[in-house]
């Protein structure tokens, strides 16, 4: 038996496995949250205000300019919209894994061991917090105005370009995530260094890499590759010279890092969870 209370078998039959573990401890959290329905309304509606905060203190920013770096309200809106799609779908999927230092601090991780259904599946699902889904329409609906506004020439390639933004987007924050979440099996309390690369990164991403220091630009490409998420293939959109000056075809990388990033999240979150001993308790 390994850690998670299941026997070794085939990857792709672990990932059904976990898939399916996920959907219904996802399921069931879901049912619980609709059984006080006002409750949800009211949570998912705070959800979207407050993360239209961020977008208010831009759009009063330009009340006093008519462009920020170059770049124009709905160009910044099309970054916003990208960014807090492609994070509001990981958190809605995969933020609960954020809780794994508490779990390893009191003992409770070691009640999922012992679950025959991987651990990572269990803890993703745990507590599925319906209400980011306010956060989701959020982005959505700044992303929709951002459409409409640009000025793009929307050829077939840009069209295709914007879902394949969102999605890679989502599965690079997902692999931040569950990085982060591994990181916490050394360092207990680090929640708040995870959320420096989730929650600071989404916010990094809402503007143009222009505003800047070409150091942070580079860290943000070549080293944890935010970059990909939005502002590399909406400069392509968008008609924006390159962050760094990097080659055309790096626009449409986005799935390839993505899929890189899940492949070192899952190694790092069997690295982490091999090392785990245990509270003793």
Do not use: H
């Amino acid at each position: 038996m390994r850690p998670g209370g299941a026997a070794r078998g085939p990857g792709g039959g672990r990932v059904a496995e976990g898939l399916r573990a996920y959907l219904l401890i996802a399921a069931m959290w879901i049912r619980s949250t609709m059984a006080y329905r006002a409750s949800f309304v009211m949570t998912a509606v705070a959800s979207f205000v407050v993360t239209g905060l961020d977008f208010v203190a831009i759009l009063l920013m330009f009340s006093r300019v008519d462009a920020l770096g170059g770049w124009s309200l709905p160009e910044i809106a099309f970054l916003y919209g990208l960014s807090g799609l492609a994070f509001g779908l990981a958190d809605l999927a995969v933020g609960s894994v954020e809780r794994l230092g508490r779990r390893v601090r009191d003992g409770t991780l070691d009640t999922l061991l012992v679950r025959p259904a991987p651990v990572l599946a269990q803890l993703a699902a745990d507590r599925f917090a319906l209400r980011r889904v306010g956060r989701l329409a959020q982005g959505a609906l700044v992303l929709g105005w951002a459409l409409a506004a640009v000025e793009v020439d929307w050829t077939p390639d840009r069209l295709l370009l914007v879902p394949v933004m969102v999605v890679s987007g989502a599965a690079i924050f997902c692999a931040v995530f569950v990085a982060g979440a591994a990181f916490q099996f050394v360092a207990q309390d680090a929640a708040e260094v995870s959320n420096a690369f989730t929650y600071g990164g989404t916010t990094l991403l809402q503007y143009p890499p222009v505003l800047f220091a070409q150091e942070l630009v580079r860290g943000v490409t070549f080293v944890l590759p935010l970059a990909f998420v939005n502002w590399l293939p909406a400069s392509y959109v968008l008609g924006r010279p390159y962050p760094l000056d990097l080659p055309a075809w790096t626009a449409f990388a986005s799935p390839a890092v993505a899929g890189v990033c899940c492949a070192l999240a899952g190694l790092v979150w069997g690295a982490g969870l091999r090392s785990y001993r245990s509270t003793g308790s």
